[in-house]
């Protein structure tokens, strides 16, 4: 990207996720310049304000101004790393104030305040990008590309416990990226939905599995826990003739392929079938060492420039959120009909 256009951004939100977003904006600067920043606590503002040469603002309004006078100019992003809760109103103004937005995930806490963000960007044709950062993940990427057509998904996304993110049941926080993968693999409806889940530890959700049934006839299974003794991260893609195991955590990915034996030319083995004899191939593709963060921010930088759709849009962001909303729906109808404890928030 030409230096010269390089895009004015800020920053919402300087804690865990918003510092290393610090950082990758830093390792992108032909595309962003970082301006200016805010936190609405005043030891994150004074933390940062060592780590960076933006302006540093004292409130929210005193941001906005800094903003809303270069976007006078020039295209002006802004960078949304805070809680869930606190998405829909900091997207909302920033898009009335014409700005490009990136979010994180969930897209908002609320399925109606995300419609709302998706028909503002559409109307004031800005950018708005939610941060569904697996999908640059670069062991899924192998496998994104529309080749595949899995009929059955196993998800697992297993973390061990952090305080961070409690205000969100686990569906919100952390199944939610699995919800928006297997919506980016399967070109289908979803026409069922059955759902369990436990707060174990606090008031919302800890652990929750759901089987979601697809148009096509295609099922998928996932568990998230935010209260596991190890973490793990994986999607195993089967479909006729093929497995594929996508290690998200640790970056790997396998593909087993079923064809037809050559006599000729065997490979490594076969595998006796009722439709005769199979040859098994194995492929661990390589998977390039890129920074999945990096990735999505550049694509929200190529989306503005050009004025072409981000990889993850708005409406991704709204179609996730509303299908773990209605996941939590069914655990909480679930939980009530068997009259156990469970979540208060969402
Ligand atoms: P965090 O608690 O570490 O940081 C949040 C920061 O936002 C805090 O410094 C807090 O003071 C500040 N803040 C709160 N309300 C604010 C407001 N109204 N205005 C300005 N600042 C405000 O949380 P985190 O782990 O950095 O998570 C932030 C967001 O990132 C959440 O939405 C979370 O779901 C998301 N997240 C995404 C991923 C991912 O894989 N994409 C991973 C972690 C977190």
New binding site residues.
């Given amino acids: 990207m030409d230096p010269v256009t390089r895009i004015p951004i800020a920053l919402?939100?300087?804690?865990?996720?918003?510092?290393i977003h610090a950082r990758c904006l830093a390792a992108l600067p032909s595309a962003f310049e970082l301006v200016a920043a805010?936190?609405?606590?005043p030891e994150?503002r004074a933390a940062f304000a060592k780590t960076s040469d933006a302006i540093i603002c004292a409130s929210?309004e005193d941001l906005w101004q800094v903003l809303r006078k270069r976007a006078e100019t020039s295209a002006v992003a802004v960078d949304i790393?805070?809680?869930?809760p606190?998405?829909g109103?900091?997207a909302e103004a920033a898009l009335h104030y014409g700005l490009h937005v990136f979010v994180?995930?969930?897209i908002t806490a609320t399925v109606a305040e995300a419609e709302t963000l998706v028909a503002l960007a559409e109307r004031t044709s800005r950018v708005l990008q939610v941060?569904?950062?697996?999908r640059f993940n670069p062991a899924f990427r192998l496998v994104a590309d529309g080749q595949l057509r899995p009929v059955f998904i196993e998800a697992h996304r297993l973390a061990q416990f952090n305080p961070?993110?409690l205000d969100?049941s686990v569906v919100l926080?952390l199944m939610i990226?699995d919800l928006d993968l297997v919506l980016h693999l399967v070109d289908a409806e979803v026409v069922q939905v059955s759902a369990s889940g436990v707060a174990v530890v606090g008031d919302s959700i800890d652990i929750a599995n759901a089987r979601l049934d697809f148009a096509n006839g295609a099922t998928a299974n996932l568990t998230a826990s935010r209260i596991s003794l190890k973490n793990m991260r994986k999607l195993r893609l089967f479909e006729r003739d093929a497995y594929v195991s996508v290690d998200l955590l640790d970056k790997k990915t396998e593909i087993v392929r079923l064809s037809d034996h050559d006599p000729a030319a065997p490979g490594m083995f076969q595998l006796p079938t009722q439709n005769g004899l199979r040859e098994v191939v194995m492929e661990q593709p390589d998977v390039l060492p890129i920074n999945a963060?990096e990735e999505e921010l550049r694509d929200f930088a190529r989306a503005i420039q050009t004025g072409e759709q981000p990889q993850v849009t708005g409406r991704d962001g709204l179609r996730a959120l509303a299908l773990a909303q209605q996941i939590v729906a069914d655990i909480e109808k679930r939980a009530a009909r068997y009259s156990f404890t469970q979540s208060q928030g969402r």
């Fill in positions: 919402i939100g300087l804690g865990h996720l918003g510092k805010f936190d609405s606590d994150a929210l790393v805070t809680p869930t606190t998405h109103v900091l994180e995930k969930p941060g569904h950062v697996e961070r993110a969100v926080d990226h963060i």
